[in-house]
T-cell receptor
Framework: AQSVSQHNHHVILSEAASLELGCNYS??????LFWYVQYPGQHLQLLLK??????LVKGIKGFEAEFIKSKFSFNLRKPSVQWSDTAEYFC???????????FGTGTRLKVLA | DGGITQSPKYLFRKEGQNVTLSCEQNLNHDAMYWYRQDPGQGLRLIYY???????QKGDIAEGYSVSREKKESFPLTVTSAQKNPTAFYLC???????????FGSGTRLTVV
């Protein structure tokens, strides 16, 4: 069965620290990859997505993610986090031609001012 | 502005009662979804619909039912058969297979 793993469940960083959140999936075919963010009290919104092409994708608010096909990974990065990045982050995968996503369990990020 | 409207935001239900959660979208999206969000478990798919008058079970459909009579609307009924209904319920939609989702703001259901 397809699955998505986010190994970091809780991350605490100080402002200006660098961030990398891991995401691995299990599926051998073509995939579409997403990172969503849920700020406190707000609804889920898209951070970035990868469908094809350049494996390094840039999203909103300075976030980027790199698709490494050989490692089945799509890690999220940000060089310098801000207090406002405190949120829960979800990785999701959909297989080409299907509608539904499979979500990871989420990573709660807390950034200390 | 286009988007997804979920109502109500908070819902309390007595044990043994059915309750229906509303989801309406004005994005002209074909596909709609219901997810359940529990702490530490991420989002789990309950039901989804790719087209009007058709829907499919997701990973945790037991104790839930849906209908898709109109493109804009995808209500979810939480029945008394759902053993642990207290959760945060999210509705989403997208335009075509594999495209990015738009999410609603969610409904928090509490069984009292």
């Amino acid at each position: 069965a397809q699955s998505v793993s986010q190994h970091n469940h809780h991350v605490i960083l100080s402002e200006a620290a660098s961030l990398e959140l891991g995401c691995n999936y299990s599926y051998g075919g073509t995939v579409n990859l997403f990172w969503y963010v849920q700020y406190p009290g707000q609804h889920l919104q898209l951070l970035l997505k990868y469908f094809s092409g350049d494996p390094l994708v840039k999203g909103i608010k300075g976030f980027e993610a790199e698709f490494i096909k050989s490692k089945f990974s799509f890690n999220l990065r940000k060089p310098s986090v801000q207090w406002s990045d405190t949120a829960e982050y979800f990785c999701a995968v959909s297989t080409s031609g299907t509608y539904k996503y499979i979500f990871g369990t989420g990573t709660r990020l807390k950034v200390l001012a | 502005d286009g988007g997804i409207t979920q109502s109500p935001k908070y819902l309390f239900r007595k044990e043994g009662q059915n309750v229906t959660l509303s989801c309406e979208q004005n994005l002209n999206h074909d596909a709609m979804y219901w997810y359940r969000q529990d702490p530490g478990q991420g989002l789990r798919l309950i039901y989804y619909s790719q087209i009007v008058n058709d829907f499919q079970k997701g990973d945790i459909a037991e104790g839930y039912s849906v209908s898709r009579e109109k493109k804009e609307s995808f209500p979810l009924t939480v029945t008394s058969a759902q053993k642990n209904p207290t959760a945060f319920y999210l509705c989403a939609s997208n335009e075509d297979g594999g495209g990015s989702y738009t999410f609603g703001s969610g409904t928090r259901l509490t069984v009292v």
